[in-house]
């Protein structure tokens, strides 16, 4: 297990290394000039040229390519071009709404999943299991920009349960943020859901088709017991796989959540950065979402390992 | 009164009549057989005992056991059964265990399933029953994972789970049809040992008479869902009165006289072989190991000559087989047909592809279904420089159908309209169909039944005498092996240990080895029967 997670952890790094040379070259890549772009065109040379040396750009590529990653070890990302303050602040302050709503939307999914795929595969072709099944249908075809605002119309403007939009901010107490964040996270939840329960029940349909099930009720389980105890932790390779890129999307995929309810989002800052040519934040928030992508794999394989002994030993 | 008593079973399946009207007794301590070829029905016996039967099924007519009705009894008590009084092992090893768990837990959640243990003294339990089917702690603890013991070794943990509760009926449904000869011998020994120990009632269920001929005390012979004789297993043998039974007696030792042939000059030559794959890591940094799958293996085929490659699973069959069809590189050595490499470069010698064709073991996998039998048989003609078009062509599907006992009209048919039998006639077809100077045969009847096995074999002798084929055939079946070569390799761990003519390696083997294999393997007892009519037709 401990090379496992060690040989897991190298390519962690290598992927860190190599997406941030990615990242870096695209960016660079891209038409339009930072200094230009905040100026407007009529800016006279000097000024430009003042700007581009306050802003770093006229240093080589691989100075600036080194400063910013050395930088972002050390938890310095940089000063925003439009903005002026640091990118760390900024996504800080973004990351304490998009980090929880994803969480919170995670949660909410991986809540209503488990059971509803249970559920569906232990009653495979009767009634419950298409009943479940035309709702998962129902909750990937729905539009969860849709979805949202129905959510609004229902428990904010009619019933008054909750806001319309906006974010109370972690200084109102726990509480009060959460219950900003729970219709956008009823909204992303919903669509994963449907997709992770389908999962789940196909998973589960594999492996009650496995012989060892058999033996289990050969045994005297009863079928549920062998469902438990044999069949769930079979089933959970491809759950925890889909569990991972979904709380990758959830990160900073829920922009569209994010402008239906106005929160102040990861999802909303990178649109606006690219918007106004704030590359360094672009940069930032990219390579931020990279690492987390990269870290939620990294715990997916441990998960995984943790599940089944044969990875274990494989490596 | 007997243990079980099965009377007038029927079953079907969502309407579909599978068996009719089975009735049949086991006594404690009596081990009974349950033979018959595939469709028979006797797995599907088994499991009306255990009643774990499929969605859809209905069944009528009683299983008795010690006096309650199996068919009639509610799901709970059913489940205080199953695992407690009727134990059951299965035909996959590889896959009837659960691969997350330790062979410890599943062993000990027989026992805590049925009584109030605490954990600590059903782990001590389990480790008395592993000891008892011969997995002693000190080798195998408890921790153990089932990817991490081998095909034999895990049918004896099902074994064990079986067995853990002292059941009074085993149940085992082809127990050692997935397993090598000796570990065969081995299972079927403890298997015998358990059931005479404990006064189990043993219903063994298995497509093979040899198996049975030498251990059961009984034997029910099956077909179409209908038991068509059983007896005392010495009476039956000795005085079989259903034709199907003498059927599958004589289909069972069925053997075939190949026409002969004088050895022309050497056609395949392997000198020195020796192929590696690379095993994983031991450390992160550290180098690969090696595994030598086959190992300086050198032996000559005659232009004419039927040679057969026998051994173990795990032994290296399949990759010499891969190497001799160009498919895989070599590490050393030479492979060479007509004086001319397998293998040039990096790629394989098409000159010399063409001169080969292979049939492979699974009549159901090797074919693809969206395709029409004549496609699939010209499939080698790819391999040629000018395939033959138009009549030529059609002319050829024609021949090469024919010659395997097909009809030309067969040719515009799917493949799934065919049994098991008729498809392996189809890639025999497939390989003849360029005429190639070398046929490698690999494991090409083991996946079929004995009466179709039979007729396969036949085909092949005629072949023989139309063609003056050319073969390997390889095989774990010594009976096949024998009657349809001249000469044939033992290998064993990646080396050809012995060789020699067929006769004289089976009569007097000299290698330990090819003695332990064929000491294992079962053999019906010479009965001197005549052949029936229709066999071989």
Known sequence: MWRYTLKRLLSLIISLAVASLVIFAVIEVAPGDPASFMLGISAQPETLAALRTELGLDVPKVQRYLTWVTGMLTGDFGTSYTYRIPVADMVA???????????????????????????????????????????????????????????????????????????????????AAMRSLTLPAIALALPQAAILARVMRSALLDVLGEDFMRTARAKGLTARQALWRHGLRNAMIPVLTIIGLQFSFLLAGGIIIEQVFYLPGLGRLIFQSISARDLIVVESVTMLLVFAVIFVNFCVDLAYAAVDPRLRART | MSLLSVQNLDLSIHSYGILKSVSFDVAAGEIVAITGESGSGKSMTALAVMQLLPAGAQCSGRIMLDGSNLTALPEPQLCALRGNDIGMVFQEPMTALNPVKTIGAQVAETIRIHTRTSKAEARDRAAETLARVGLPQDRFPLSRYPHELSGGQRQRVVIAMAIARHPRLLIADEPTTALDVTTQAQILALLTRLAREDGMGLMMITHDLAVVADMADRIIVMRQGEIVEQGETKALLHNMKHPYTRMLFAASSHRVTLPQTDPGPPLLEVNGVSRDYRTPRKT???????????????????????????????????????????????????????????????????????????????????FNPRHRVARQICEPFHLLEHPP???????????????????????????????????????????????????????????????????????????????????????????????????????????????????????????????????????????????????TA
């Open chain 1, 93 to 175: 302050q973004r990351l304490w709404v998009s980090l929880p709503l994803a969480l919170y939307a995670l949660t909410l999914s991986t809540l209503i999943a488990f059971p509803a795929g249970i559920y569906a595969a232990a009653r495979r072709g009767r009634p419950g299991d298409m009943g479940v099944m035309g709702a998962t249908q129902l909750g990937v075809a729905i539009p969860n920009f849709w979805f949202a605002m129905m959510l609004v119309l229902l428990f904010a403007i009619k019933l008054r349960w909750f806001s319309a939009g906006g974010f109370a901010g972690w200084d109102e107490g726990p509480f």
């Open chain 2, 389 to 535: 078009t138009g009549t030529a062509r059609q002319k050829a599907i024609d021949e090469a159908l024919t010659a395997v006992g097909l009809s030309p009209t067969d040719a515009q048919k799917y493949i799934h309209e065919f049994s098991g039998g008729q498809r392996q006639r189809i890639a025999i077809a497939r390989a003849l169909i360029i005429r190639p100077e070398l046929i490698v045969f690999d494991e090409a009847v083991s996946a079929l039944d004995v009466s179709v096995r039979a007729q396969i074999l036949d085909l092949l002798a005629e072949l023989c005498a139309a063609y003056s084929l050319s073969y390997l055939f390889i095989s774990h079946d010594l009976s096949v092996v024998r009657t349809v070569t001249d000469r044939v390799l033992v290998m064993q761990a990646g080396r050809i240990v012995e060789q020699g003519e067929t006769e004289a390696i089976f009569t007097a083997p000299e290698h330990p080895y090819t003695k332990s294999l064929i000491a294992a393997a079962p053999v019906l007892p010479d009965l001197d029967l005549p052949d029936p009519k229709g066999l």
């Open chain 2, 284 to 366: 992160l940094l550290g180098k690969p190991g090696v595994f030598r799958a086959v190992d300086d293996v050198s032996f000559t085929l005659a232009r004419g000559e039927r040679l057969g490659l026998v051994g173990e699973s795990g032994c290296g069959k399949s990759t010499l087989t891969r190497a001799l069809l160009g498919l895989e590189q070599v590490q050393s050595g030479s492979i060479t047909l007509d004086g001319e490499p397998v293998f040039t470069g990096n790629r394989p010698n098409l000159a010399v592809r063409r001169r080969m064709q292979v049939v492979f073991q699974d009549p159901f996998g090797s």
